[in-house]
């Protein structure tokens, strides 16, 4: 009775049982807590069922042992499908027990190294559960280990999936199952009326005693097993490890059809009244998913026979109970096993991913680190190449110190043993001595030089005494040369120059300042001086002409408009000198404008590189001897260096400032001044830097003519101009003032890049000494302008400047005409930065477009420029004003004779061949002095009448002009020694 109070309340937690059998599925299957309790419920019946078998032990004993088999997964997907056609329900015991081994058959035993899988396709439509279920072996746990982490992922992945679909069908079989229990329920009730009413009959079913007996404790009995099996069958429903489920639903379905047919038979028998040979049929529903059922039949007569069928028919039941009962205890605990194989596999492989990952890392580090090791070794192998090459040199160098010393002790050895006589007075050696402190007194000598000599006359060397003695019939300045120059090897090596200038040939070249820096600095560099050159790094500069050129690590901070801005730093080679770009990291971006000049903010712009580049050379710790500064644009850098530099302890150079031309002075408001740092209440001032025509306006200029030790200009004749009302600009009365500081120096030009020997831009070189390749260039050029050839004697005159008023451009276009009427050719080179003047040309150009003896080119090309100066027989020159001018240097060069106005530099290079007053061997051209149409036409006709008249003396004209010595050497002499008396007063004064 407990048993089946027990069973009762088993049952009566249906409830609980849909509910979990609602969430069995989950992302990843069934949940712990799912299996865990379908365990403990399969004991539950399995110890139910066993207490069931301990009553029934006679009937046990009689019942025959099922036969355990475990049937191919094939076999057993091919029984599943045919379950609803095969299976017929018999109302002998024999087909019952036949029934229960049947299904002990289909419930294989799994080992847990097996898996199930379910797939999707293997469910068909069946009378219960409208699917099959296909059961596939899994590998055993030796094969799983060989697995391929993706084999291992793909079996996960169809567990899921498996796992789903049972779900489902375990859904669907209880919705059959509440259906069949409904249906079953109606049936009972309607047998109970007719029980009822046969009473009422009087129609009494008859039983013996012990028959009765027999049947209630069977009736017990089979109403807990039924509790029991309907438990486990709802267990192997929701393992879905029994296929049979739905040919056990369809049996008891067919049994109740069979009820139903015994019910209207009594239902015809009570409408006849017959109640002889009354048979009742009870049939009871003793198992749940196709376990078999037990029919009781009332005939008396086979109450012995019915009896033994029942108690085998219960054994065997009960039996199979068991051992399903065990099957799904085991396929629980395999289930837990795989869960548990299945989670240790996705942390294997989480594990496996997360080490290939740290491997790919490890071996790209370690292809870097191969990588670098390489690039160290091969520096390492060359700077061992560059050691052991330095360690010869030095080697070589120790040989040849070492033998030289040999040989001055050997020297020294000889002096030594020999006894100079000193045949010559005291009163001569106190002569000499009078004599050096004479010329140091009248500044005739420093005194470091006084100095020198005094201790070689102290010494009565030699070496002064002969060479005082050659001096008795020279003057003193020749004298002090003599004696100068026995001191020279004493003194230093050379001056370290530093140039800081906005153009530079070729790398930024707008006119003649880029020329003049190139040319003087190499002029001084072959003199033994060092030469350094800062320049800004424009964008469109030219970088070809740049040799290794790179960045250095290394920022300069400088200040500007109350901060610090970073300046990088690059350094290259041009034409052989070392130069410093400075690059401003300033987010105006000074010099990233696409050009050199013209912007608004030029003033801010070059007062920001002036003080950058003074910057640099502190933070460099660099001592120069000079500083060279020009033009405006970097006329801030003597009132930065005085004011500001000189006492953070840059103050070992003397300053040297070079007016290219004083028409362009960069005069800007007080105001702009103070973004770099310099005092705009102290320098505005009319001694310093107040513009002489506007007095709130700052004028650079003037404050660099004030600030500078030395001040130039590019031609002695331009000094004199400058110094007049009309020529200066309004500085006039500055430079007045400051005259004994200021002088006029020529400036020379490149002989190496301006040589007609040389050129590679000719197609025909000469010389002064074989003019062929002149007359040879004059034709090409000719043919390459589409002008006429046909008298190979006939002038060319030639112009190659830019179209500005200086230049005299009415003049340049009066001599376009007026050579055409002479009866010569003309060519123009140049354009025009102002507008209408360049319009004005592009109409004259237009004219001229098809005409055999004039052209116009209004560009600028290099190449064809020593073209042109190769080809003409004249060069045109009528500036206004010139300072120093190039052009009629290189055209004298090229063997091209200047027609050139006497201004400036023009009449410092250029003399008239008909001036009695010029020696003969400078007349070397045409001048005029009016700058009007009238003074240009007289030079040209007289220019003309020698070419064609007098061939001769026109040969030797230019032969004379092209071996005239134009090079930088003669003028930076001069500037050597500017500089050298400026750094001896500043040691004197020190």
Not at 763 to 771: C, G, I, K, R
């Amino acid at each position: 009775m407990a048993t089946s109070e027990s069973c009762s309340m088993f049952l009566g937690r249906g409830s609980l049982f849909s509910g979990f059998g609602g969430r069995a599925g989950s992302k990843h299957g069934v949940s712990s807590f799912a299996v865990v309790d379908t365990a403990r419920r399969a004991r539950f019946v399995l110890n139910l069922s066993c207490k069931m078998r301990q009553k029934n032990i006679s009937s046990k004993s009689r019942r025959q042992p099922a036969k355990k088999g475990r049937r191919n997964p094939s076999s057993l997907r091919d029984e599943t499908r045919n379950a609803e056609g095969s299976t017929k329900v018999q109302n002998s015991p024999d087909d019952h027990s036949s029934s229960a081994h049947s299904e002990n058959s289909y419930s294989p035993i799994i080992p847990a190294s097996d898996a199930i899988n379910v797939d999707s396709e293997g469910f068909e439509q069946s009378s219960s559960l409208g699917r099959e279920m296909v059961i596939q072996q899994a590998p055993n746990e030796e094969q799983l280990q060989g697995f391929a982490i993706g084999d291992l992922t793909g079996m996960i992945r169809n567990a899921e999936k498996n796992i789903l679909l049972l779900n489902k069908a375990r859904i669907s079989a209880l919705e059959n199952l509440d259906k069949i229990l409904v249906e079953k329920d109606d049936l009972q009730a309607e047998i109970r009326r007719l029980e009822t009413e046969l009473a009422n009959t009087g129609l009494q079913p008859e039983f013996p005693a012990d028959k009765k007996d027999i049947v209630h404790n069977t009736e017990t009995e089979i109403s807990a097993r039924k509790s029991s099996l309907e438990i486990d069958s709802y267990q192997r429903s929701l393992d879905s490890d029994f296929p049979s489920l739905g040919e056990e639903i369809g049996l008891l379905r067919e049994e109740n059809r069979s009820l139903k047919e015994e019910i209207e038979k009594l239902k015809i028998k009570l409408k006849d009244g017959t109640p002889t040979d009354v048979e009742i049929r009870l049939a009871t529903n003793v198992g749940f998913s196709g376990m078999g059922s037990v029919i009781f039949d009332s005939n008396v007569g086979n109450k012995g026979s019915e009896r033994k069928d029942i108690e085998e028919q219960m054994g065997n039941t009960l039996d199979t109970a068991a051992k399903q009962a065990n099957n799904a205890t085991i396929i629980l605990q395999k289930n837990e096993e795989l869960q548990k194989k299945f989670q240790k596999l996705e942390s294997t492989l989480m594990e496996e991913n997360d080490f290939r990952t740290s491997l790919e890392s490890a071996r790209r580090e370690n292809e870097l680190l191969q990588q670098k090791v390489e690039n160290l070794e091969e520096r390492l192998r060359i700077s061992d190449q560059e050691i052991d090459d330095q360690v010869e040199l030095y080697h070589a160098s120790v040989k040849e110190f070492e033998d030289a010393l040999d040989i001055l002790k050997e020297e020294g050895r000889k002096r030594a043993t020999q006894v100079v006589p000193d045949n010559m007075p005291l009163k001569f050696w106190s002569q000499l001595l009078l004599t050096i402190e004479g010329w140091f007194l009248e500044k005739k000598i420093t005194i470091d030089d006084a100095k020198l000599l005094r201790d070689m006359a102290r010494k009565k060397d030699g070496k002064i005494r002969d060479a005082y003695i050659a001096c008795k019939e020279k003057n003193d300045q020749e004298a002090v040369t003599i004696l100068r120059s026995l001191i020279t090897p004493l003194k230093s090596p050379g001056l370290h120059i530093v140039h800081i200038a906005a153009e530079m040939a070729p790398v930024a070249k707008v006119g003649g300042l880029g020329d003049v820096v190139t040319g003087l600095s190499k002029a001084l560099q072959k003199k033994g001086h060092l030469v350094e050159i800062i320049l800004p790094k424009y964008d469109c500069m030219n970088h070809d002409v740049i040799s290794d050129m790179k960045e250095l690590d290394v920022t300069v901070n400088s200040y500007f408009d109350g901060q610090q801005f970073e300046n990088k730093i690059w350094i290259g080679i041009v034409e052989g000198l070392p130069v410093y770009f400075i690059e401003p990291c300033h987010p105006w971006k000074f010099f990233w404008r696409g050009k050199y000049y013209g912007e608004h903010d030029d003033f801010k712009r070059f007062s920001f590189f002036s003080r950058a580049a003074l910057e640099l050379l502190l933070q460099s710790g660099k001592k120069p001897d000079i500083i060279h500064c020009h033009d405006w644009q970097t006329s801030f850098v003597p009132p930065l260096y005085w004011d500001i530099y000189s006492s953070l302890g840059l103050n070992s150079a003397r300053i040297c400032f070079t007016c290219h031309n004083f028409e362009y002075q960069g005069a800007s408001p007080a105001s702009e001044l103070g973004s770099c740092g310099l005092d705009v209440h102290q320098l505005l001032r009319p001694d310093r830097m107040q513009d002489n025509s506007s007095h709130d306006r700052i004028n650079p200029v003037k404050g660099a003519i004030v600030y500078s030790n030395i001040v130039t200009t590019v031609s002695p004749t331009y000094a004199q101009e400058v110094r007049t009302a009309e020529g200066g600009r309004g500085l006039h009365e500055t430079l007045n003032f400051h005259s004994k500081k200021f002088f006029g120096i020529l400036n020379g030009i490149d002989t190496d890049a301006w040589n007609p020997a040389t050129d590679v831009f000719l197609d025909h070189q000469y010389s002064a000494d074989d003019l062929h390749g002149k007359a040879d260039n004059k034709a090409a050029l000719r043919q390459l302008l589409n002008l006429s050839s046909e008298n190979s004697t006939q002038p060319l005159v030639c112009c190659i400047t830019r179209l500005v008023p200086q230049k005299g451009v009415h003049l340049i276009r009066h001599a376009i005409y007026r050579t055409l009427e002479l009866g010569g050719q003309f060519i123009l080179l140049g354009s025009s930065p102002v507008p209408h003047i360049q319009r004005e040309f592009e109409e004259i150009s237009n004219h001229f477009r098809d005409h055999l003896h004039a052209r116009l080119i209004l560009t600028f090309d290099d190449a064809l420029s020593h073209a042109i100066f190769a080809a003409s027989d004249m060069f045109v020159i009528p500036s206004i004003f010139e300072p120093c001018g190039l052009t009629q240097m290189i055209a004298m060069r090229y063997g091209s004779v200047p027609i050139a106005r006497r201004t400036g530099g023009l009449n410092d290079s250029v003399f008239d061949v008909d001036d009695k007053a010029i020696p003969d061997d400078m007349k070397n051209g045409f001048t005029f002095l009016v700058p009007d149409e009238k003074g240009l036409s007289g030079a040209m006709e007289r220019s003309f009448n020698l070419y064609l008249e007098n061939p001769e003396v026109w040969r030797e004209l230019v032969q004379k002009n092209m071996r005239t010595d134009f090079s930088w050497d003669a003028s930076s002499s001069q500037y050597e020694e500017l500089y050298e008396k400026a750094v001896m007063r500043a040691q004197s004064n020190s």
